[in-house]
């Protein structure tokens, strides 16, 4: 039987919340946190929330050895009702599952991770940040906990869920990039960890991006791990192109992880009636379209940043401007209107927002 | 500048020492580990031995989240003159920094690594086992433990070293496995991290892994991820192939880890006269040398296991079945000749063993 109340233990002092205006990302956590344990045969148990802390681990913990973790990335968002809203949060518990799958971690309840996220949330509410483009990052995360150096999967984890107040991606206003072609360096590769969240394929990453950063680049742009010739993503987003009227993504194949923003993405613009394809996307396909002036938006999606237009595209030397660097219509469009769903301000016609409770907030 | 001395702290109890003859592999560790900091901008600092006890770090340490940490594994044996010695460690160090460089994390003074191993195994000799085959599995780690949730490289980092004694791996002799080779999932391609020893490789093999363990395999045959038709590694090992006198592994191309056992393989065969080759080896090319009756043995290589002997090769639905399920005798040979290097019984032209200290052992 899932385990399905959660004790919580307050914090005695809080902390002192950020300014609104002097946000970063994922550096202050707020007072509290959930955890829930697994161990075989008793499942996930001992569901709780506790005053945010270290937590005390053994150094032969497999999560230090074998990798063996999956997390996944959502925000609460404060209406102008002062209520806090989540946006398809029930999205990141199935992927959350879909990843633990792939990783062979246990599943978790769904349904009971959604209450705890909701209650960690309504506790939390002070810290979510009320100015404009700010809110309230949700990390949840399984660790695999078991003091065992060979390589299987662990008979313990730690599910734990930790927030931390964020502010506007865009300080002033969204803004195009500059994004390198990765040649060398791969993500992942069909049949590995790609469409799960999980630690490795960030690991995996990181030299790529470091060694792009040095020469001015926001992000380098994934190729397929098998021909180096198919578009996969860009930096840790899910990645669309305007071509001659037709907004394109690469279908999800196995290496490319489902995000929650691509697939919103993929609704809105059937519902505005724009055409988009999901298929395969060559890096060619996209040198050519804008050689023959057909490539008319790129940008990336992902809840960090919603939408993040793509201003140059720097491919074996080759630099390909995309709309004068400027930021397109389409993804203007898209931007308002997620963001506008996801902070109240618009109406929400897929039913996408779940409130985190009704008692209105004392402003 | 590199710090050069080792705080030591030591235990007041000591724990049990397991009996030889029920000693399992990673389960339990010895009285004191090794641990040295990094931050920048100090660099490595703060190298201490103390009791061997869990960590307390914060729950958006980056390790918990994107994965960036590297591992090694080697181990110290028992002389017949109550030496400890280590078997070509400035390999592992080397490999240590080359994973480091592959994921970021600034490198570490080779030497003084080494030096770590060597005083802690020192101060733990007690905790080596004497019986045949037995040993002291010597884990050194990284991991990342900056409390910051974006992805990027980590600024702070603990080297840390456990030490476990292990069982005779071959409880009643060497003994040829079961493997299956795997069409579908993959360990790692080119461009990723397989050159690397980093958790994430190890966390994308267990779902293959527990897959075929159901069905009564020992391991999985890695193929590449590209074409899916070249063999990579068995498990967690290299592998080799003899095929009509000459024996063949794949060579080194950027997804294979490069294996110390591997290497000294390698050598002992050049010095038998045996002809080895390191080149691409295809499953199609496998399967037929043992359907023309030319598949002579198959074995993996490494830390743990020495040599592995492969009885029996399943691949789609086909049983090739190598040597009756024997052990080969190049296997034997090599086995017997590493373990007599390895526990100081044989002759060492290679100079492949390092002491850790002079002084003899009161027996
Ligand atoms: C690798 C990767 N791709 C794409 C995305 C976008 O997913 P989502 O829209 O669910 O945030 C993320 C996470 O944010 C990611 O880590
Ligand atoms: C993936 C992998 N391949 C091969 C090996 C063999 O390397 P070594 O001979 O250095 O132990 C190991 C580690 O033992 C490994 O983890």
Same mark, same amino acid.
């Given at each position: ?172 206003? /969204?803004?195009?990039?500059? /994004? ?184």
């Amino acid at each position: 039987m899932e385990e399905r109340t959660i004790q919580v233990d307050l914090c005695s002092t809080k902390k002192e919340k950020p300014k609104s205006d002097q946000l970063q990302f994922g550096k202050v956590f707020t007072d509290h946190m959930f955890i829930m344990d697994y161990s075989d045969p008793l499942g996930w148990h001992d569901a709780r929330i506790v005053p945010y802390q270290p937590i005390t681990i053994d150094p032969s913990a497999m999560i230090f050895h074998y990798g063996q973790s999956v997390f996944e990335g959502l925000k609460a968002y404060l209406s102008p009702e002062g209520e806090a809203q989540l946006f398809r949060p029930e999205k990141n518990m199935q992927r959350l599952n879909r990843s633990n799958d792939r990783l062979c971690i246990p599943p978790i309840d769904e349904e009971f991770a959604l209450q705890a996220i909701k209650e960690l949330v309504a506790l939390e509410r002070d810290w979510i940040p009320a100015s404009e483009g700010t809110s309230l990052y949700i990390r949840p995360f399984v660790i695999s906990t078991e003091p065992y150096i060979g390589v299987a999967p662990s008979r313990h984890y730690k599910f734990i869920i930790i927030l931390s107040p964020v502010g506007a991606y865009y300080a002033e206003g /969204i803004n195009p990039v500059k /994004i390198a072609v990765e040649n060398h360096y791969v993500r992942t590769v069909k049949g590995g960890t790609g469409e799960a969240k999980t630690g490795g394929n960030y690991a995996a990453s990181l030299k790529a991006q470091e060694m792009v950063a040095n020469t001015g680049y926001a992000q380098v742009l994934w190729l397929d791990g098998v021909e180096k010739k198919y578009i996969e993503e860009v930096g840790s987003m899910n990645v669309f192109f305007k071509i001659n009227g037709e907004v394109v993504t690469p279908a999800l194949n196995g290496s490319i992880l489902e995000g929650v923003t691509r697939n919103s993405v993929i609704q809105l613009l059937k519902h505005w009636n724009i055409p988009v394809a999901e298929r395969r996307v060559s890096m060619e396909e996209i040198y050519q379209a804008g050689k023959d002036g057909l490539l008319e938006e790129a940008f990336g999606t992902g809840t960090a940043a919603v939408i993040s237009p793509i201003g140059q595209l720097t491919w074996n030397d080759e630099h390909l401007y995309v709309n004068d660097g400027n930021t397109g219509t389409v993804a203007k469009r898209l931007y308002d209107t997620l963001t506008g769903i996801q902070y109240g301000k618009e109406k929400d016609p897929f039913g996408w927002i779940e409130q985190v409770e009704e008692v209105s907030r004392v402003k």
